[in-house]
């Protein structure tokens, strides 16, 4: 028998009807938050360098904006489907609400391979892709941001295309800006660091020290670097990370028992994240099979790759030495993974809640630009801690009054917001 193929905005709505029969919401707001309120699917055509013209697709889903602007990031992926643009969209809204920033959300995406493309072909992507959509984003509709292969670079094309539409500055459009060019400093950081403060929350309560903990990290970009910098900063210590090798087309996990470090490994790693495995092996590093990041002896894993990742057929390689799960990537453990890990009593930080430092960096970047006054790194990363801190203590007194898993506490306190604000703007 064929196995139906994973498609993750089924699981994002799944995720959600489980929360509504909770909620006891009516059909009415069911239907409005199952979908979408718009989305917009469109073609890029690119003179390519060798003078051939080639085809992109786009898509932008705007889920929700009942509490503000539409944000979410565009990714540049090979594998980009609209399913997956919805799911990631409507866990945008899900993400703004949980750590209560005014914002709905969002998400976009192109269907390329940065990989095989230069640089003006990736520029013209990202100009082809404002030319689209210009009309239907914007500061006070939809607000995009990076996300897997897109990089400030990226955004700053896009703006500019934008701007030049709409002949005016207008850097509220866009976040995850060169610190330049209105970002806002600690962007970089903010999603890694927001795993971790959450990581730091979660170990209070299950009474282990950093330092007394080791960790598998599977992804080595944006997310997974900066996690791995600040949680050695606290004194845990990352045994194993995995990445994708693009020459090879195979994942591979990197080993090193008594600790990985964190600079030699940026010292061959390329822009994508990806390792360099033999100059590892020189290191001393064990090169093991994509997926062995997952079965380590390790108190914490922290998968921030990819979606889908830990399924029916890999979870039980989990050891019984993990207590915690930090979900660095959006939905990176699937509905019956995820039903087994509540059998085992791991205490798992939803993707929702963990990854949330990305967007609220990005909410403090459009509110210091509308007052075109940038505050310090230091002061960037305090509010994110605050806010995240206070998100996590939210979440996690609701589970423990309501005995829930930490993943339907954080849904039941988003989908309540969003809902209410739904029922407040009379939609529904
Ligand atoms: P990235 O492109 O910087 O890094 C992705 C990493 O995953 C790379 O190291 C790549 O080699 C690795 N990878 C890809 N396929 C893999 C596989 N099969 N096995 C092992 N590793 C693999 O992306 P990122 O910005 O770090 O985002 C990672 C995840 O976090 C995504 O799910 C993204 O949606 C989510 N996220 C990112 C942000 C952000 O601010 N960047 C915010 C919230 C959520």
Redesign the pocket.
């Known amino acids: 028998m064929q196995t139906k193929p994973f498609n993750s905005f089924e699981m994002a709505q799944a995720q959600f009807e489980s929360v509504a029969g909770q909620l006891g919401l009516d059909a009415g707001v069911r239907q409005l938050l199952g979908w979408p309120l718009r989305e917009y699917s469109f073609a890029i055509p690119v003179r390519m360098d060798d003078g051939s013209v080639q085809v992109f697709r786009g898509y932008r889903v705007q889920h929700n904006d009942a509490r503000g602007p539409c944000k979410g ?1 565009i ?1 540049f992926h090979p594998m980009e489907t609209l399913d997956t643009v919805r799911a ?1 969209a409507m866990w945008m809204t899900w993400k703004c609400a949980v750590v209560d920033i005014p914002l709905g959300g969002a998400k976009g995406g192109v269907v390329c391979d940065p990989h095989n493309l230069t640089e003006w072909e990736q520029e013209q992507i990202c100009r082809g892709f404002v030319r689209q959509i210009a009309g239907n984003m914007g500061p006070t509709q939809d607000v995009p941001a ?4 897109t990089s400030a670079q990226h955004m700053l094309w896009m703006l500019d295309e934008f701007e030049s539409i709409h002949r005016a500055r207008l850097p509220g459009f866009i976040t995850g800006k060169p610190v330049e060019l209105g970002g806002s400093m600690g962007r970089r950081e ?2 890694g660091y927001g795993v971790v403060f959450t990581i730091r929350e979660a170990l209070k309560e299950l009474g282990l020290r950093a330092q007394d903990t080791r960790a598998s990290v ?7 670097q900066h996690a791995i910098s600040l949680y050695r900063q606290m004194g845990g210590t990352v045994i194993a990370v ?3 090798d693009q020459e090879d087309q195979v ?1 591979y996990t990197f080993r090193k028992k008594e600790g990985i470090d964190l600079e030699e490994l940026l010292g061959i790693a390329d822009r ?3 390792i360099d495995d033999s100059k590892a092996r020189d290191l001393g590093y064990e090169t093991l099979p ?1 997926e062995a990041w997952l079965e380590q002896e390790v108190e914490i894993l922290i998968p ?4 889908n ?1 830990v399924s029916a057929e890999n979870v039980d390689r989990i050891r019984d030495s993990v207590k915690l799960i930090a979900e ?3 939905g ?1 453990i699937g509905p019956k993974a995820d039903a087994a890990i509540k059998e085992r009593d791991i205490f798992v930080i939803p993707d929702l809640l963990a ?1 949330a430092g ?2 609220t960096c990005s909410y403090f970047e459009q509110v210091q630009s509308n007052m075109n006054y940038f505050w310090e790194k230091d002061e960037v990363l305090g509010k994110l801690d605050v806010k995240m801190t206070s998100a996590f203590i939210a979440v996690s007194d609701l589970a423990k009054r309501d005995n829930l898993h930490m993943r339907d506490a954080a849904y039941v306190i988003a989908v309540s917001r969003v809902a209410q604000a739904c029922r407040d703007r009379g939609w529904v």
């Open positions: 990031g990714r990631l990076p996300d897997v292969m903010a999603t599977q992804g080595f970009g944006n997310v997974a995995s990445c994708w994942a994508f994240g990806g994509g921030a790759a990819l979606e990742q660095g990537a959006n990176p990854n990305g967007v």
